[in-house]
């Protein structure tokens, strides 16, 4: 199932689309709906203000090796960000193996930094 966490809470792993070809990452991963679903049924809930699932996303960012350093400077020139309700920078690194994607960073969200941890074992996507 994987892992995909913002602060503590953890949101569980949907949908999965990866393509790395030509040197350049295209990946989107996007929390599970029924995880949310059930985080979001209290009226007090601490994300009761979001309408779905976070999805972070890398569109036709350069990759070459394992592992990317996402900083601002990054940012400014690839499509990168969690999305929740709006686009969130994302801060960071991205490791990509045969087994895994692991990513850990940063994200702020709700006046505040949060931290991002996302590991995927790449055979059950």
């Known amino acids: 199932m994987g892992s995909f966490k913002i602060g503590t809470t953890e949101f569980g792993v949907g949908k999965v689309v990866l393509s790395a070809e030509n040197n350049l990452l295209n990946l989107e991963i996007s929390g599970s709906d029924d995880m949310f ?23 036709d960012v350069p990759f070459k090796g394992n592992t990317l350093t996402i900083d601002n400077e990054t940012l400014n020139q690839c499509n990168i960000a969690l999305y929740m309700m709006e686009h969130n920078d994302f801060t960071g690194t991205i490791e990509l193996t045969e087994d895994v994607i692991h990513i850990q960073g940063e994200v702020y969200l709700m006046d505040r930094i949060l931290s991002v941890f996302i590991e995927i074992n790449r055979h059950e996507i």
Do not use: H, N, R, V
Request: charged share 30%; aromatic share 22%; net charge negative.
């Open 37 to 59: 679903d059930q985080l979001t049924e209290a009226d007090d809930s601490e994300w009761g203000w979001a309408l779905y699932a976070p999805k972070i996303y890398f569109e």
